[in-house]
Structures are given as C-alpha cells and as structure tokens.
C-alpha cells in the first residue's frame, strides 16, 4: 500500500514541499514536467497537481493527504482535514484599497466593487461584518484591478507588501493569516492512518529542528550557574570540562524565537567561544 500525496506543481509551495519530503529523508524523483513519481525509499506516491484542485482530489480520495495553502483550502471549503501546519508559504489574505483613499474601517467598504480569486472568504467576511459590497470575481492580475478601473478594493494574499505598494494599493484588513498546511482525506483506513502517523512524526521532527539551533559555549567554572540559568535546553544542557583548569564547555538548544536576545545575555554573564550549529532533525 502507498500512501497518494499531492503537491503543487510548480509555483510558491512547489520547492517548499519537496523539500520538506526530502528532509524527511524521502527520495522522490521530481524530473521536469513529472506529474507523478514514487518514493524510491517511503510508501508515497507524490501528484502534481495546480493547488486550486489539491482539497477536491483529497476529499474524493484521489490523493490521499496534500500539501496546500491554508488560504486555499478555507476557499474550496471541501470535507478535509487538516493534521499539521507546515511553517512555509506564509501569508496573509487581506483587503486593499487605493492609497489616496482614507481608510477607516470595515463599513467604508459598503458599497465598492471588490476584485478577488477568493469570493467566498470575502464573502464570509462581509457577512460576518455586516457590510454589502460587490464581489467580483477575477482568477490573476487582482491588484491591477483599481488602476484600471475594474473595482475600487482588492482582496488577494500579501506577503512582503511589495505588489500592493507597486500598484499604489494599500492593505486595509487582514481577513485571514495563511500558510501552507498538510490536509488529509477524512476516511483514512488503518493501514493508510499507519503511513501518514509516519510521515507526520518526520515532519514534527524536521519543524522543530527548524525552529531550533544547537549552541556549544566555554565558560569560567564561577559563571555557569548564572550561564545554565540562561540555557533552557531539551532537559539541561550538558556541561564538560575543558582541559584548561576552570573553564566548561556547555552544550544546549535554543529556540531561534528567543535565541538572539539568549546570545547577549550569554556574552554579558561571561560566555565565550560560543558556537551556533543547525539541527538537522530533533526528536523529543
Ligand atoms: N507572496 C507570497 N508569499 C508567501 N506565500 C504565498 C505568496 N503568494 C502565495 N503564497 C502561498 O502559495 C500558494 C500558491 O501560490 P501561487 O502563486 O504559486 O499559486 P497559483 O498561481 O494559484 O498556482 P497554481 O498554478 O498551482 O494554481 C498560495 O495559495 C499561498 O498559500
Ligand atoms: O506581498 P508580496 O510579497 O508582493 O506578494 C504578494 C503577491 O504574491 C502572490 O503572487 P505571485 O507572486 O505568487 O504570482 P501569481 O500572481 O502568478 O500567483 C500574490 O498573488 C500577490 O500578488
Ligand atoms: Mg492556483
């Protein structure tokens, strides 16, 4: 039995994906205009597929779990489920609106035409906010739609901001924050459930890795009461005498969130020589 999964053919979460498949140590062999391969080392068999079809080809069983954007799947609104996030393409869904306009709120949107490749999220968000507006539909190009007069607002995914400031546009709500999520099909045997729990503890390992870095310090033996105290570490951190007299080597792993302002406060207690070394996969 091989578990189906499927990915964006080519686009944003494309290399992502594969990339993440092959942290978790699956060869898959993804050759030029491939739309199907198998893991030489894994039960997975991998479709590429354009991400707007990924939620149907999942809820029907054609795929078994996908890799898709969470933006994507809350607007094909298809009987899925999603098992993990996976901490690439994000985003955020948001409205713009021309930057010569004020803008102060919700209900200055009542009343304008709406370009959009996500009509049913909008949709959901006017209702919610009890604002009247004109959805209209477009599949690409959406933030050229004001400067050419086909809508007075857009709603479209935003990441550095930079499209929107090229088109004199400026974000007026943030309806949705997205990133690329693995979605599962509902009525998974055992023997499938059985892969996927395989799969996703790689995943699980692979993330945490990411997120953290492994660090190796030297110390005065008088400071490393104060320096431990900085370390969280997976339980402690490891401490090893050097061979000069009075001085450690400690070993600990830091979250990268707070990992810069640990640094400092290392260097202020006293550490020196300190080494920061990637993960490549942490099992707790
Ligand atoms: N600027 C961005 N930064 C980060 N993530 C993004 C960005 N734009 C899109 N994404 C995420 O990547 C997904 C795929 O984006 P892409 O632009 O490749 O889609 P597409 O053109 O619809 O592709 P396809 O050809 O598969 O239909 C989006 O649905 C979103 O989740
Ligand atoms: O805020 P930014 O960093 O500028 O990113 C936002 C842009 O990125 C996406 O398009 P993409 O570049 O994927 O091209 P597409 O229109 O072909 O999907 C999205 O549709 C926006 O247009
Ligand atoms: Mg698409």
Redesign the pocket.
């Known amino acids: 039995m091989k578990l189906k999964i499927a990915i ?6 494309h290399e992502d994906s594969i990339k993440l498949l092959k942290e978790c140590g699956i060869d898959i062999n993804n050759g030029v205009n491939k739309l199907k391969t198998e893991a030489s080392n894994f039960p997975l068999e991998v479709f590429f597929l ?3 079809d990924i939620p149907q080809y999942v809820e029907d069983g054609v795929a078994d779990i996908g890799m ?5 799947v809350l607007e094909k609104n298809r009987q899925v489920q999603e098992v993990e996030k996976l901490g690439f ?3 955020r869904l948001s409205v713009a609106v021309s930057k010569t306009v004020e803008y102060t709120g919700v209900q200055d949107l009542a009343g304008l035409r709406i370009a959009t490749s996500y009509p049913v999220i909008v949709e959901q968000f006017l209702q919610k906010n009890n604002v009247q507006a004109e959805i209209h539909e477009i599949s ?1 190009s959406v933030e050229i739609a004001p400067g050419i007069g086909l809508a007075d607002a857009i709603c479209d ?4 901001g930079s499209t929107l400031f090229m088109n004199g546009l400026k974000e007026a709500e943030v309806i949705l924050k ?1 990133q ?1 999520v693995l979605i599962a099909n509902k009525g998974l045997d055992a023997a499938q459930q059985q892969v996927l729990n395989k799969l996703l503890f790689r995943i699980q390992a692979v993330k945490k890795a990411r997120n953290n870095k492994y660090i190796l310090l030297n110390a005065p033996n008088n400071k490393l009461d104060e320096i431990i105290r900085l370390l969280p570490g997976m339980k402690s951190p490891t401490v090893l005498p050097l061979a000069e007299e009075g001085w450690s080597s400690v070993h600990s792993v830091l979250n990268e969130n707070d990992f810069w302002d640990i640094i400092e406060s290392l260097k202020a207690a006293g550490a020196q020589g300190i080494l920061v070394v990637p993960i490549e996969k942490m099992i707790i």
């Open positions: 964006q053919k080519s686009g944003r979460l354009r991400d707007d898709v954007g969470e933006n994507v393409g994000k985003c690409g995914l935003v990441s550095s997205s690329a």
